[in-house]
């Protein structure tokens, strides 16, 4: 019965170091080199074993790197135990020629501190690879486009890029965008007295195409019949005083609707040539109809003029100027004017001066000449109000 169980339990025992080898064994057909598939020329690399089994303590192995001239690299051989402290794992390489290159790993002995040889690692196996070994590009050959056209609202945008590797190297703005050119005004809807016309400006640069749409403000002199949509307002008041202000609400109306000339579309800046009176109608019969007031020099946009009547923007609404009151000149900036006056004023006293003094002697009479300098620079002193340092040089 003991030898029975006694070769029993050396059956087990091979079984159970049958099933772990194996097991080893097939992790050991999962091994092979750990390295990049591709690096820089002039950079290094390393190489080392992939999947080393589990239970595996002791392995090495020779490594050799075929560049793709032809030349090889030393062999280096690779020796590790989990004892050892100062083992090596890897070996390391450096790129030195452009192209495949391939990588060798041989004589592989693969044990465990038993010395028990793992299947397949006695040496015989070998195991290669390729890395490839790239020659970085020196971008030598540019090439130049345009990938944004110019436009109104767009920057000109140009990118250089090389050639062999279409790498972009310049990115830049070579013209800046100017905006649209608007043309003429043109009246898309006339404004009425109750509602709100449109206006509509084009641009003009080529290729381009782009609308402003103007609101025109209704111009509120209403007919009370057609498309007017206010209701007339009624004589059968309560009071006399409401009376007198519906019979001049509606005198002015009619004046507004007698005054409304036909106006040319236009788009220009006016000037006022002299204080004058915005009012909301071409009226002047009245002063209801007054909605504000312009100094001397003040602009405007001028969007319609008749022989009589400007129509303006004035505060983002449609209002109308005496055409007569208004010019397209730019006024003088008075500064200039004040300047020139008092210019002519200090010429004139130092002409008179020098009458008085009379021609000096020559520079070499020093005393003569601080005199004359002192007496101009007093006279300059009156007319202008200010006094200045002259250099009697």
Known sequence: ?????????????????????????????????????????????????????????????????????????????????????????????????GGTATITMSNIVITNHNGDIFEGADG????????VINVPCTHENKKTE???????????????????????????TTEKAKGHTWGEQKTIKAATCCENGSAEKVCTASGCGAKETITLKAT????????????????????????????????TAKDNEEQMPKFKDVDEKVYAKKACNVRSSCSTKTNNNKIGSLEEGEQLTRTGVSTEWSRVLYNGEVAYVATSLLTTEEPEDPTNE?????????????????????VLPEVGNNVAVSVYFVIT?????????????????
Request: with cysteine.
């Open 377 to 393: 620079a007093i006279a300059v002193a009156a007319v202008s109000g200010s006094l200045y340092y002259i250099n009697k040089k």
């Open 220 to 251: 509120g002199n209403h007919t009370y019949t057609g498309d007017c949509k206010k209701q007339k307002p009624s004589n059968n008041t309560a009071s006399v005083a409401n009376k007198t202000n519906t019979t001049n609400s509606t005198n």
């Open 1 to 97: 019965m003991k030898k029975i169980i006694k070769q029993i339990s050396i059956i087990l025992l091979i079984m159970i170091i049958g099933t772990t080898f194996s097991a080893l064994n097939k992790a050991y057909a999962a091994a092979g080199i750990n390295c990049v598939g591709s690096i820089d020329k002039g950079k290094d690399f390393t190489v080392s074993l992939k999947n080393v089994p589990a239970g595996c303590t002791i392995y090495s192995y020779n490594v050799q790197v075929k560049y793709s001239d032809g030349t090889t690299s030393e062999v280096q051989k690779i020796m590790y135990d989990e004892t050892n402290s100062g083992s090596i794992t890897k070996a390391t390489f450096n790129a030195k020629v």
């Open 146 to 172: 345009v990938v944004q056209n110019l436009s109104c609202t767009k920057d000109k945008i140009e990118v250089t890029k090389c050639s062999s590797c279409n790498k972009e190297l310049e990115r830049k």
């Open 338 to 358: 004040v300047a020139n006056e008092v210019t002519n004023e200090v010429d004139d006293e130092l002409a008179d001066i020098q009458k008085q003094v009379g």
């Open 124 to 131: 015989s196996k070998t195991f290669t690879q390729n890395i």
